[in-house]
């Protein structure tokens, strides 16, 4: 059984900075591209951020692009995501999600399995 579990997320000023953590488990977790999405309240999930198995290609939603960052540790079966200047914009909760093959994917098909979500909140 394939478990994603997100960590990290809270409330924070504008300005500041969060990383978020998951942790895959059920599954070959190098092989496999992930992502991350996000769902504010009366809107459609987002893409914000995807990495492929071996870390070498990314690539950003055009809103969070020079602000985030993410990265994975294949020997520790965890993905990141490095959030600076937070803007209250970025309110969502925040979805990892591991994809059906090892290269990126921007859209939610492109990817399997799905964590529970994890809030981030920005105050102004």
């Known amino acids: 059984q394939v478990q994603l579990v997100e960590s990290g997320g809270g409330l924070v000023q504008a300005g500041g900075s969060l990383r978020l953590s998951c942790e895959c488990s059920?599954?070959?977790?190098?092989?496999?591209?992930m992502g991350w999405f996000r769902e504010a309240p009366g809107k459609e999930r987002e893409f914000v951020a995807t990495i492929s198995w071996t870390g070498s290609n990314t690539y950003y939603a055009d809103s969070v692009k020079g602000r985030f960052t993410i990265s994975r540790d294949n020997a520790k079966n965890t993905v990141y995501l490095q959030m600076n200047s937070l803007k209250p914009e970025d309110t969502a909760v925040y979805y990892c999600a591991a994809g059906n093959t090892g290269t990126i994917r921007i859209t939610p098909p492109g990817y399997a399995y799905w964590g529970q979500g994890t809030q981030v909140t920005v105050s102004s």
């Open positions: 059920g599954r070959t977790f190098s092989s496999y591209a």
